[in-house]
């Protein structure tokens, strides 16, 4: 009757064990989302050797990152429908499992290319598997930088093109019917010193000249202290693992 929840290999599962007071005899695991581990069992506690124990294990995918990210949880290792023929001759070849990867190859193949994914670990394995997982057009790189560096012209094509990436996404979303809790968002820039409030003021001049959805606003959605803030539209927010794994079904589905 006992459930335990443990992520990756088998001497984590073996400390998981000894962690309850059951020292396995053999262990057995089964790759599938719930691990079945049917072990016998010497109990620390009583003495007594348990023939058969059942124990739960959930499977979460691996990533290159130190710590678990949110977008693991519940999620198990995306399990190919196809088998790749090593004798057909692919148009293109993409290296990488991610986002990028599985987005680009789903629109290669929509433009008549043969693709192939070719991915060492697990789908999502490096940054899309720990994503902050927002979709925006205010970027990490104000615009006021990006006119000052580039000219407006190509800052606003920098806008232009994350905004058509969110659209993108939405397009795939709805046409391949991917469940992956996209919510339309708003985000949020804003302001602590007199100094920032300055700064802010220029960043709320240059979004606006690139074509952004963007206004003050008298308010922030969490609790902060601020001087100024301003609300940009037209953001999003979703599950990345589940998207890129609805997309990479719908690239096999296709051919």
């Not at 020292?23 to 506690?45: E, G, K, M, S």
Request: charged residues 20%; negative net charge.
């Amino acid at each position: 009757g006992k459930e335990i929840k443990v992520q990756g290999s088998r001497h984590k599962v073996q400390e998981s064990l000894f962690r309850t007071g059951l020292v396995p005899r053999a262990l057995c695991l089964v790759p599938v989302p719930w691990i079945l581990v049917l072990a016998p069992c010497f109990c620390t506690q009583c003495g007594r050797e348990i023939e058969l124990f059942c124990i739960k294990f959930f499977l979460m995918i691996q990533r290159d990152g130190s710590r678990i990210s949110l977008w693991q949880n519940d999620i198990p290792v995306y399990k190919p429908q196809n088998d790749p023929d090593i004798q057909t001759i692919y148009d293109v070849a993409i290296i990488g499992g991610g986002i990028t990867g599985i987005s680009t190859a789903f629109q290669l193949q929509k433009a008549g290319k043969k693709c192939i994914v070719i991915e060492a670990n697990n789908l999502c394995f490096g940054t899309t598997g720990g994503t902050t997982a927002h979709l925006n057009t205010l970027l990490d790189t104000p615009y006021t930088r990006i006119i000052k560096n580039f000219g407006k012209e190509n800052a606003q094509l920098v806008a232009k093109a994350a905004a058509e990436a969110i659209d993108l996404i939405k397009m795939n979303i709805e046409q391949n019917g991917i469940d992956c809790e996209f919510e339309n968002a708003c985000a949020y820039l804003f302001s602590q010193t007199h100094e920032q409030t300055e700064e802010l003021d220029e960043i709320n001049e240059a979004c606006q000249e690139v074509g952004l959805d963007v206004s003050y606003n008298l308010s922030l959605p969490v609790n902060i202290d601020f001087e100024k803030t301003i609300e940009v539209r037209g953001q999003g927010k979703f599950h990345p693992v589940k998207y890129v794994y609805g997309l990479a079904q719908a690239l096999e589905k296709a051919g």
